[in-house]
């Protein structure tokens, strides 16, 4: 949404999946008037400019920098936006149980069109045949709940001939969210604090964009074990990470403590010589040869 106000442009950009300190230091960097405010894994940037030309130049900018964030402008819900990935490019969306579809269903049937790309249980888990289907592939699955689903989530692509299957694993402190696809699936465990369901909206509006999941939410190819770390609720970084600049001067200081040893290590080489010869360096190969290897001092030895 772009209105203005005298000479005053004004947008409000959403973005999901970004930690809130990065898009303050984006929106820093356009040089505009803003204010940004997080909610969970979901950020709104207000920007201001003087001129629509200035506004379009920022929200370029921010569009470049979050290209898989930044997912609509104004009043667009992150609901809205997946509805619009799946019917711009055509994908159809099921979910392989009810656990899923609860997630997703009471936000998806406000959305206009979303008939259009999401069965709402008809075709999959709602019904019996189907329901009947997925029980047999799943019952003969070993190694517990996380490999059962995602076998499910593999049936239930393959049986309706939909382009993303949907399906959750609720546990006690957290969710393992699952998104299949014809040759793989991906897989985020979320903490249920952060609600679940958003981040299977944004799973999905990335998926169907062909854009790159975000940083925790792996890809999985059937047939895998899934690797324990995505079995871990996933969370935005709360701090940016240390810059390069930073680490440079410590390399520095490294080598500059390595090159003083070698200093120190000559120093002591030749003076261990001058001990040997009386001062006198080029007869030192005659005294190393009158020398057995004992008599030489050992390394840390006090010359006298």
Request: charged share 20%; glycine share 8%; hydrophobic share 45%.
């Amino acid at each position: 949404m772009i209105h203005e106000e005298k000479t005053q442009t004004t947008c409000v950009l959403r973005l999901f999946g970004a930690p809130l300190w990065a898009v303050q230091q984006a929106v820093q960097q356009t040089g505009l008037a803003a204010q940004c405010r997080g909610r969970g894994a979901e950020v709104l940037a207000a920007l201001q400019a003087e001129t629509p030309a200035a506004l379009s130049k920022a929200r370029k900018a921010l569009a470049d920098r979050f290209a898989a964030e930044l997912y609509g402008e104004g009043e667009m819900t992150l609901v809205h936006a997946a509805v619009q990935a799946l019917e711009t490019h055509h994908r159809l969306l099921i979910c392989c149980d009810a656990d899923a579809g609860t997630l997703l269903e009471a936000r998806m049937e406000t959305v206009a069109g979303a008939e259009k790309v999401f069965d709402f249980g008809a075709m999959s888990y709602a019904d019996a045949k189907v329901r009947e289907k997925l029980s047999a592939k799943v019952c003969r699955v070993k190694g517990g709940p996380v490999p059962a689903k995602l076998t499910r989530v593999r049936a239930a692509q393959r049986l309706v001939g939909a382009d993303f299957a949907a399906g959750c694993l609720e546990r006690a402190e957290d969710t393992v969210l699952f998104l299949g696809s014809r040759k793989g699936c991906w897989v985020r465990t979320v903490a249920n604090a952060d609600t679940p369901a958003l981040w299977l909206l944004d799973m999905i509006r990335r998926a169907a964009s062909g854009l790159p999941q975000a940083a925790g939410t792996i890809w999985q190819k059937y047939g895998r074990a899934i690797p324990a770390d995505a079995l871990t609720a996933q969370r935005l970084p709360d701090k940016p990470e240390p810059d390069a600049p930073t680490a440079a001067p410590r390399k520095r200081h490294r080598v500059r403590n390595a090159l003083i040893f070698l200093l120190i290590l000559a120093l002591a080489a030749f003076a261990a010589a001058w001990y040997y010869t009386g001062g006198d360096l080029t007869a030192l190969p005659q005294q190393l040869q009158s020398l057995g290897a004992d008599s030489l001092p050992h390394a840390g030895a006090k010359l006298i």
